[in-house]
């Protein structure tokens, strides 16, 4: 089959099409043939040498894809061969074929195109199990997410305000803060001329923000926790800006606040499953009945990985990045 592989840590350019073995399926294991995958950022961040794959895992990247089922695994019972599918992966998206857990995969959403399937697993996981689970957010809550046109942004917007909860973001210009708030924000703040901190206490009437979502970190970190109110919680995905700051610990304890983190491509395929079932239960009825869905950037063929990763690092882009595969 053909893939592409990360020929040696650096910049998209190491990033090359090569032959590989169709990979063959262990028990409880489907294969996918891949008709698209997603470009995310942990992609490239592993193709810089930044995040390795778990064990097991290929070492080819690629997080999420959509195609159709052609082999099963022992214990396999949920699909057969055939079924259409879109799904979380452990690695090895950017091919022609990918292996998964059979609960990690699920079925493609009315009306919505395999380039658009391809772009839901991974920012969908990520969102409810963080946002959701771990933040606990809830009808009536205020959420702050930054980075709101990013695939997880556009993610989190559209899920917060589906249920219930008031949205507000930030986003790195007027096109994208106008596309924000399309989606559902009630507020969107352009970081590069305001200050979120004092948009998030004249919005809140000074009481802040009950959930923030942060891929940023950095000097973001103590900014999030003056922004926090009561009870708050902070979430952290990612650290674009650094894993290291500054912290007054005195106004967690005074205010309550929770600080806490999650990644998802480590944990367990349990863990995964529950997400998946989740997600099956409160979500996919959404984005069947077509109140949600994905929100799609560009699209590049397999052999055009490096221009895709070269396009996800711009951060220009407003939505989901995907990898077509003839």
């Not at 990247?61 to 082999?71: I, S």
């Not at 709101?148 to 007027?174: N, P």
């Not at 077509?290 to 950037?297: H, L, S, Y």
């Amino acid at each position: 089959m053909r893939a592409i592989e990360i020929t040696k840590p650096g910049g998209p350019e190491v990033l090359a099409l090569c032959e590989r073995p169709v990979p063959s399926c262990g028990a409880e294991e489907i294969l996918i043939k891949v008709e698209a995958a997603g470009v995310n950022r942990p992609d490239a961040l592993q193709r810089a040498g930044a995040y390795d794959p778990p064990k097991g895992a290929s070492d080819l990247p690629g997080l999420e894809a959509a195609g159709e089922v052609v082999a099963i695994g022992a214990g396999v019972s949920r699909w057969q061969v055939g079924d259409k599918v879109c799904a979380l992966l452990p690695g090895g998206g950017y091919a022609e074929y990918a292996t998964t857990h059979q609960d990690h995969a699920l079925p493609i959403p009315n009306g919505l195109s395999m380039v658009e399937a391809a772009a839901l697993c991974e920012t969908y996981f990520t969102v409810w199990s963080t946002v959701f689970m771990r933040g606990r957010l809830k009808a009536g809550e205020t959420f702050l997410v930054h980075g709101g046109s990013s695939g997880i942004g556009t993610t989190a917007i559209q899920l917060a305000k589906a249920f219930g909860a008031r949205v507000f973001t930030t986003a790195g210009s007027d096109e994208k803060c106008a596309l924000c708030e399309q989606l559902g924000a009630e507020a969107a703040i352009n970081y590069k001329t305001q200050d979120f901190g004092k948009e998030v206490a004249r919005l809140t009437g000074g009481k802040g923000v009950d959930l923030i979502l942060d891929m940023v970190g950095g000097a973001y970190i103590p900014r999030n926790i003056r922004a926090l109110a009561l009870d708050g919680r902070l979430v952290m995905i990612a650290f674009l800006g650094g894993p290291k700051a500054e912290l007054n610990f005195a106004q967690i304890m005074v205010k309550r606040l929770e600080v806490t983190g999650a990644t998802l491509r480590p944990q367990s395929d349990q863990a995964k499953a529950e997400i998946a079932e989740a997600l099956r239960q409160h979500v996919w009825p959404l984005i069947d009945s077509g109140r949600i869905g994905p929100v799609m950037d560009q699209s590049f063929p397999l052999a055009e990985a490096g221009a895709a990763h070269a396009r996800i690092e711009s951060s220009g882009h407003m939505g989901k990045i995907v990898l077509t595969i003839d």
